[in-house]
């Protein structure tokens, strides 16, 4: 069965401490892995796609790496504007359908 | 830039009434989806489409239903809303290509009293 399984469920960092946040998952063929960024009462924002393994993305303090199993979610230096929850999707080489992770809620104190 | 509208961001409704949640999206997209988002749940598939007046089950379909006419609109049916009906409704799109990528409406929040 196809599932994604996020770590941790919440995170609190400092203003400026860099942490990495886990998104492992297992599939019958990896098709892409998806990084989105949900505020609350909001609907989740397209951060990155990741097709293979050693792929990285980056955007801003952000960066996305992938693995045969795993995907993290660095996050360099951050601030306070970067607090959300971070989502992750896989979707598998056959079919439509996009299978997500329950999110890690990051919290950036000033 | 990629836009996925729905009808509401915030609905209340009576126990029994029928609602309608609709979603728009401007980008010529193939796929078409809904989910549901309630805490601790994650995002949860109702149903998703590939195609105009095409349609399949997700993971959580019963109590719902769905309508694409057009290729650009994709409606979910509450046939008879209950309680445990409250959640975050989201729509999304995408292209159905090699590089599908799922793009999300700003989300409805539906409470049934």
């Known amino acids: 069965e196809d599932q994604v399984t996020q770590s941790p469920e919440a995170l609190r960092l400092q203003e400026g401490e860099s942490s990495s946040l886990n998104c492992s998952y297992t599939?019958?063929?990896?098709?892409?892995l998806f990084w989105y960024r949900q505020d609350p009462g909001k609907g989740p924002e397209f951060l990155f796609t990741?097709?293979?393994a050693g792929e990285e993305k980056e955007k801003e303090r952000l960066k996305a790496t992938l693995t045969k199993k795993e995907s993290f979610l660095h996050i360099t230096a951050p601030k306070p504007e970067d607090s959300a929850t971070y989502l992750c999707?896989?979707?598998?080489?056959?079919?439509?359908?996009?299978?997500f992770g329950t999110g890690t809620s990051l919290t950036v104190i000033p | 830039d990629v836009k996925v509208t729905q009808s509401s961001r915030y609905l209340v409704k009576r126990t029994g009434e029928k609602v309608f949640l609709e979603c728009v999206q401007d980008?010529?997209?193939?796929?078409m989806f809904w989910y549901r988002q309630d805490p601790g749940l994650g995002l949860r598939l109702i149903y998703f489409?590939?195609?105009?007046?095409?349609?399949e089950k997700g993971d959580i379909p019963e109590g719902y239903s769905v309508s694409r006419e057009k290729k650009e609109r994709f409606s979910l049916i509450l046939e008879s809303a209950s309680t445990n009906q409250t959640s975050m409704y989201l729509c999304?799109?995408?292209?159905?290509?090699?590089?599908?990528?799922?793009?999300f409406g700003p989300g409805t929040r539906l409470t049934v009293t």
């Open positions: 489409s590939y195609d105009v007046k095409m349609k």
């Open positions: 999707a896989v979707q598998a080489l056959l079919g439509n359908q996009f299978y």
């Open positions: 599939v019958s063929g990896l098709r892409g």
């Open positions: 980008m010529d997209h193939e796929n």
């Open positions: 999304a799109s995408s292209t159905g290509d090699s590089f599908d990528v799922p793009y």
């Open positions: 990741l097709y293979s």
